[in-house]
């Protein structure tokens, strides 16, 4: 198959920056989804160990990427430890 491709790209020069852009967008793809499957450790991945893990969340933790009117450090808990 590859080297049918190859024999194309001789053929019709034009291809090549398709070819070139599929590659690209193919690889940049399968990094963003991997990037996605290892990403914030927020995510949950194992139920059996960690079942909730929003409750082991301090509250003073800036779970958001840009908080614009709430000040993190001086937050309190609000509700009971299960």
């Known amino acids: 198959m ?3 491709m190859f ?3 001789k053929k019709h020069p034009g291809l090549i920056p398709q070819f070139v852009f599929l590659t690209v967008g193919l690889t940049g793809a399968a990094f963003y989804l991997i990037r996605l ?6 995510t949950l991945w194992d ?3 960690n079942p909730e893990p929003w409750s082991k969340l301090d509250p003073t933790y800036q779970y ?3 908080a614009v009117n709430t000040d993190y450090k ?7 430890d299960f």
Do not use: Q, S
């Open 7 to 9: 024999e194309h790209l």
């Open 37 to 42: 499957a290892r990403g914030p450790h927020v």
């Open 47 to 49: 139920k059996r160990n």
């Open 74 to 80: 001086n937050l309190k808990k609000e509700g009971p």
């Open 64 to 66: 958001k990427f840009v």
């Open 2 to 4: 590859i080297k049918t």
